[in-house]
Structure formats: structure tokens, C-alpha cells
């Protein structure tokens, strides 16, 4: 049973070793990336030219300059840009018009903010375009 044992113990070194070769071997062999995560986001059509790149050639996408461009694409996800409005839906809701065209809203609104009640805190930001938003009379 012994010699069994030793075997087993032989084995596993060498298994042992094997991994660490392998490691080793594609950590030396990585290459830096060429742009970083910072470069990328100060050069938005450099970054669109090479996430494009790194989508069709699947060797490319690989590589470490591929990760810091979608890295930096996901940093500028619902980043306002110069093509994209701030809030829209904020901008539709301090338009004291919007009030005036939907009176039950406003009602709603305005008792949120009178009585400021539980949940009534999502409201508070819109008090004084509701108050302004008179309701127009006649159809």
C-alpha cells in the first residue's frame, strides 16, 4: 500500500506542476492592453470602432483591449450624451402645461403635497409645476 500511495503522491505533483506551468506560461504570454478603461471613455469613436471590431472577429474579442472597450461602454450607459435629452420624463413633469392637460394627476399631486403622507415623497419634486399647471376649462 505504500508504494500505491507514493505513486498517488507522484501523480499529483506532477499535476501539480503541470497547472502551474500552464499558468504561468499564459500569464507571461498576456500582453498589455494598448488603450485603457480611460483612454476609451475620453474617445467615444474609438471606442464604437473597436467594439465593432471585437464583435465580428471573435480571436480579437479575446484580448485585453477588447475588455477595457466594453468596459468603458458600460460606463457610459445612461451617461446623458449630447444626442440624448437629460430626463425627459422629468422635463415632461416640471411642465406646468402637463398639469393643466391631466387635472386628475395634479389633483393627486397636489394632496401628496399637502398631506405628505407615506409614499407621498416621490411626489414632492413636482408641488410647484402641479400648482402652476392651472387646469384649463372648456374642451
Do not use: K
Amino acid at each position: 500500500m505504500r508504494r500505491w500511495e507514493a505513486l498517488l503522491l507522484v501523480v499529483t505533483a506532477v499535476a501539480i506542476a503541470i497547472g502551474i506551468a500552464a499558468i504561468s506560461t499564459a500569464a507571461l504570454g498576456a500582453e498589455p492592453a494598448p488603450h485603457s478603461i480611460p483612454w476609451f471613455e475620453a474617445r467615444p469613436g474609438e471606442l464604437q470602432r473597436w467594439l465593432r471590431a471585437c464583435q465580428d472577429d471573435h480571436r480579437l474579442a479575446r484580448r485585453a483591449v477588447c475588455d477595457n472597450a466594453q468596459a468603458a461602454a458600460a460606463r457610459r450607459m445612461g451617461r446623458p450624451g449630447p444626442h440624448r435629452r437629460r430626463d425627459p420624463v422629468g422635463d415632461m413633469l416640471n411642465d406646468p402645461s402637463f398639469w393643466a392637460d391631466n387635472p386628475y394627476a395634479r389633483e393627486q399631486t397636489l394632496r401628496a403635497c399637502r398631506e405628505r403622507g407615506p409614499g407621498s415623497a416621490m411626489y414632492l419634486a413636482y408641488c410647484g409645476p402641479a400648482m402652476r399647471g392651472t387646469p384649463r376649462r372648456g374642451g
